[in-house]
């Protein structure tokens, strides 16, 4: 069984360069999930989807985020201009439907923007 | 206020220890709880959910104090392999669209 795919797993960019990270939920699965992880702000919500709809979007920390899920097997996180303090990992997470239904998580992104 | 709290640690425990993680959640609505464990550089995965009359997974138990917004996790017999970060987490709903709150979490080193 695929578990939740992210990629690329280890992304190094510099200041101002566009980054785009991308994620493949499990197949079934109706809710999506991003996350950022770091060691000062531990593990933050930053949007979540529903049926490829966004439902949540206050945890996106500026206008340089976006994210989209055109359909229910692909989503991508996209930093534009990106900056040295969105250095993190970003996780990707989906659940099926049902109530108190595990979320999984793919592997993660490490991104370092120099 | 946090909707989730947790103290960071670290605990460092020997071999066969027995060891207890707490954690405090803001929300009263809450109505579901779960405790996730992370590997060093690894995701988060669930460990457990955490029921109203207490449960227990092997070593593992868990338990919730809905009147004070209190859950605990207690590690009985610790292996090597249990050190991690675990992690506690609310849900306020418990509707699919529900969203996860997850605490700090807490670092475990169990040491031989």
């Known amino acids: 069984d695929a578990g939740v795919i992210q990629s690329p797993r280890h992304e190094v960019t510099e200041m101002g360069q566009e980054v785009t990270l991308r994620c493949k939920p499990i197949?079934?699965?109706?809710?999506l999930f991003w996350y950022r992880q770091t060691m000062m702000r531990g593990l933050e919500l930053l949007i979540y989807f529903n049926n490829n709809v966004p439902i949540d979007d206050s945890g996106m920390p500026e206008d340089r985020f976006s994210a989209k899920m055109p359909n229910a097997s692909f989503s991508t996180l996209k930093i534009q201009p990106s900056e040295p303090r969105d250095s993190a990992v970003y996780f990707c997470a989906s659940r099926g439907q049902g109530k108190d239904n595990e979320q999984f998580f793919g592997p993660g992104t490490r991104l370092t923007v120099l | 206020r946090k909707e989730v709290e947790q103290d960071p640690g670290p605990f460092n425990v020997p071999e066969g220890a027995t060891v207890a993680f707490n954690c405090t959640y803001s929300?009263?609505?809450?109505?579901?709880f779960f405790w996730y464990r992370q590997d060093c550089r690894k995701e988060p995965k669930l460990l457990m959910s955490v029921y109203s009359s207490g449960n227990e997974d092997g070593r593992f138990t868990a338990q919730l104090n809905r009147a004070s917004q209190y859950i605990s996790l207690l590690i009985r017999d610790s292996k090597l392999s249990d050190s991690a970060t675990y992690l506690c987490v609310v849900n306020h709903r418990g509707s699919t669209l529900g969203r996860l709150y997850f605490g700090r979490g807490t670092q475990l080193t169990v040491w031989p």
């Open positions: 929300n009263s609505a809450s109505q579901s």
């Open positions: 197949s079934g699965h109706n809710s």
